[in-house]
């Protein structure tokens, strides 16, 4: 069966799983591109669309592919109509090849100018990696090279990335700088090998005649050996001619799982630097910097009342000054304890444990890792399934009331007493391993943004 007759199946299978309303406005509306490299790769119909179902479906879908079309995809990629991946596309009958689509050249559209370093809240979390990047930025390729940057979620990886992009355009303005995904980096590459070589030729020239290359959350490379071996050599081009290059990601190297050797070893060539947590004197200045972008004149008392809030990551902290703000204008006052408090409140509701399920937490989960959930939760014991494992089972247990034995089961029928041992191995990693609450921070940030 074609790529379009194995997606009819599928649907038939989602329809059964997500609301009415959901699949004729969403998943109806997708479109199948092809498989390629191990993922169904589906065309929404906008960008909104496209942020939606990959924020919430894909793990769903791929789950029910796999299961109706009687396939083994690892991943799900979402596209948008101006990242249509030609190369996917099985054409229904004999034609002549399209011509290359041209590959732009690098462009300052490709940097956020919001993101500079006068606006990134530096404190005892960041400074190390803050210090590094400007760095970079004053001396491309001379600095730190690579500058590999790691992190929690919605900590200000993109934000520096950014921030270097554009003060390297202020002072240099005729250097390439380049800044993309490593999801776009793969998607691209795909688009230019089913093009014919002088597409693929085009591609390799965009990446590797740049001065400066930044690719952000380098962890989705992992399993594509494909996608690895052409950054291996567009590295390894650039490097030689000691142009700049910028990796970010979500966890350390060492926890790389399905990224080549050869690869990791080359991260770990120049600085590594890690962003940490704020703590509460951060969150204060923080939750001042935003209110001043928001041109909100917030008591200094107030601020230090919100960062009391163990918020980990600065995206959550944004949507709580927000709904603060938005409190108090509703009150018609000034931002004061009680709309401080009203939005506390709702926040809490928001991110409450009575809105999760078990399949949230193993979704979460699954993707913190970047592991399919067949292998999370099936019977492999190898040590790239059973930590995640470990964890998934932990966060279940302590944030739903849900018996051991029914964790088990879920988890290919395994005895209370694994389960147990998972629960408790992870809670005592907790006391005396730093990156182990940072685990379960992330992950818990992931669940609470279904």
């Known amino acids: 069966m074609n790529i379009t007759e194995l997606w009819t199946k599928a649907l038939s299978g989602l329809e059964k799983e997500i609301s009415a309303v959901i699949y004729d406005v969403y998943i109806k509306t997708l479109e199948p591109v092809g498989l390629a490299d191990g993922a169904l790769?589906?065309?929404a119909p906008t960008v909104e669309a496209r942020n939606f179902v990959f924020d919430r479906y894909r793990t769903l879908i791929r789950t029910v592919f796999n299961k109706e079309a009687d396939s083994e995809i690892t991943e799900v990629r979402v596209i948008?109509?101006?990242?249509?991946?030609?190369?996917?596309?099985?054409?229904?009958?004999?034609?002549?090849?399209?011509?290359?689509?041209?590959?732009?050249?690098?462009?300052?559209m490709h940097?956020?100018?919001k993101y500079i370093f006068d606006r990134f809240v530096v404190g005892n979390s960041n400074r190390l990696v803050y210090a590094a990047a400007q760095a970079v930025a004053a001396n491309p390729g001379t600095e730190y090279n690579p500058l590999f940057i790691y992190g929690g979620v919605g900590l200000g990886k993109t934000h520096l990335m950014h921030a270097v992009g554009n003060a390297v355009r202020a002072s240099n303005p005729e250097l390439k700088v380049i800044y993309s995904s490593a999801e776009k980096f793969a998607n691209e590459m795909i688009a230019s090998f089913g093009q014919g070589a002088k597409a693929n030729q085009s591609f390799r020239d965009k990446y590797r005649s740049v001065d400066v290359l930044m690719i952000d959350d380098i962890q989705f490379f992992a399993g594509k050996d494909r996608t690895q071996e052409e950054f291996f050599n567009t590295f390894n081009d650039l490097y030689?001619?000691?142009?700049?290059?910028?990796?970010s990601c979500d966890r350390p190297i060492?926890?790389?799982?399905?990224?080549?050797?050869?690869?990791?070893?080359?991260?770990?060539?120049?600085?590594?630097?890690?962003?940490?947590?704020?703590?509460e004197e951060m969150r204060v200045a923080i939750f001042q910097s935003k209110a001043q972008d928001a041109k909100q004149n917030i008591k200094p008392h107030i601020l230090h009342l919100m960062a009391q809030n163990p918020f980990s990551n600065i995206r959550d902290m944004e949507g709580f000054l927000n709904k603060v703000v938005l409190l108090a204008k509703l009150n018609g006052t000034a931002v004061?304890?009680?709309t401080v408090a009203a939005a506390l409140k709702d926040f809490r509701e928001?991110?409450?444990?009575?809105?999760?399920?078990?399949?949230?937490?193993?979704?979460?989960?699954?993707?913190?890792?970047?592991?399919?959930?067949?292998?999370m939760t099936g019977k492999k014991k190898t040590k790239e399934a059973v930590e995640p494992r470990q964890y998934c089972i932990y966060l279940i247990s302590e944030l739903l009331a849900v018996p051991l034995v029914s964790i088990?089961?879920?988890f290919g029928g395994r005895d209370h007493t694994t389960i147990m041992h998972s629960r408790n191995k992870v809670a005592a990693a907790l006391k005396t391993n730093p990156r182990a609450a940072t685990i379960v921070s992330d992950i818990k940030s992931l669940i609470y943004r279904k």
């Open 408 to 410: 088990g089961n879920r």
């Open 240 to 247: 030689e001619l000691n142009k700049q290059i910028i990796i």
């Open 350 to 375: 928001e991110t409450s444990e009575e809105n999760i399920t078990v399949e949230d937490i193993i979704s979460a989960s699954s993707k913190y890792f970047n592991i399919s959930i067949a292998d």
């Open 111 to 113: 940097l956020n100018p």
């Open 80 to 108: 948008e109509p101006s990242e249509r991946v030609q190369a996917a596309k099985e054409p229904e009958e004999e034609a002549a090849p399209p011509p290359p689509s041209p590959i732009p050249e690098p462009r300052p």
């Open 254 to 279: 060492k926890e790389l799982f399905d990224i080549e050797e050869r690869l990791k070893s080359r991260f770990a060539w120049g600085m590594i630097a890690d962003i940490q947590v704020p703590d």
């Open 41 to 43: 790769i589906i065309m």
């Open 336 to 338: 004061n304890e009680e």
